[in-house]
């Protein structure tokens, strides 16, 4: 781990190294160690992100983009006679799924990334180690 010194990044600049899974202050960590695990703190800034919990947020991120991006789809095609209805519809199950399961993540970086940079972190409760 570096011990230099970091100029703090922007919010802009935080929120994108979210999305790319990096660590927000330095953007040369990983931010996840698994598909939804977080690493305890970064290993190049040393920034402790562990605490940070995102709860509900990236799943319903998730949801509101995959639902907006889908449904002018889920119109066209219900409507259109081209492809029969269980068709389109396993389609649009297939994409959303793959959707879902691709942005979750990069979800979850955004929220740590903006709770990290806005101050919003809960103070920690040693109770609340379930």
Known sequence: ME???LSEPTLFQALLRGLSLRCPRCGEGHLLSGYLRQYDACSHCGLETGAIRADDGPPWLTLLVVGHLLAPFMVITLMND???SWL?????????????????PR?????IAAIWKLGAQSPTDPS???
């Open 88 to 104: 389109s519809t396993l389609i649009m199950a297939v994409v959303a799924a793959a959707l879902c399961l691709g942005l979750l």
């Open 128 to 130: 609340d180690q379930a």
């Open 82 to 84: 081209a492809l029969p």
């Open 107 to 111: 979800a979850k970086g955004l929220f």
């Open 3 to 5: 011990t230099t010194t």
